[in-house]
């Protein structure tokens, strides 16, 4: 089910037919270096990672969700809301995003991740999303800044590692 477009992209829920496309982006150490424990996903945990999605899509409106090239058709990233430990429910959610090597550098964090979060808060109801942001993420940092977030504080991860908290600027 497609949720929105942007002008270069069509953001969909994801499905089992993307089990390979997802399994790209979430086994790359140089996409997944900044996401979770920084480790690449095995094949069974990106699948999982699939069905907890399509489960999200059920019982709270939202998940991450398959971003794809217009012009050629191809699955190039994720995009999406997500509970997270710093998230407080069921008004709250995380905003992630990762993007094949060959997208970066062409704007397109900021494009989907911005319409993500006008889908978050007009058709959702979140009343807050947030981003948490490793500090040497400086990319991810400039996105957030573009796109509406501010810094709010740095909090130890559950591995003792600094995350960056980021909210939008009009919910202080």
Not at 29 to 38: A, H, N, R, S, W
Not at 58 to 64: H, I, L, R, W
Not at 89 to 116: C, H, N, R
């Amino acid at each position: 089910m497609t949720i929105f477009q942007t002008p270069r992209t069509l953001v969909r829920h994801l499905t089992e037919a993307d089990s390979d496309d997802l399994y790209d982006v979430t086994s790359d150490p140089e996409l997944t270096k900044y996401m979770g424990d920084g480790k690449p996903l095995s094949r069974e945990l990106s699948d999982k990672w699939i069905q907890v999605s399509i489960n999200n899509y059920a019982t709270k409106g939202f998940g991450c969700s398959a971003v794809i090239d217009k012009a050629s058709g191809a699955f190039i990233g994720f995009c999406g809301l997500v509970r997270s430990e710093y998230a407080e429910p069921p008004d709250d959610a995380e905003l992630i995003y990762s993007f094949k090597q060959a997208y970066w550098g062409q704007g397109l964090a900021t494009e989907v991740g911005a319409a993500m979060l006008t889908y978050g808060k007009e058709q959702c109801g979140l009343k807050r999303i947030i981003a948490t942001i490793d500090p040497a993420n400086t990319a991810s940092i400039r996105v957030a800044n573009k796109i509406g977030f501010a810094f709010s504080r740095s909090e130890p991860d559950e591995d003792g590692l600094p995350t960056h908290i980021y909210e939008l600027a009009d919910a202080h």
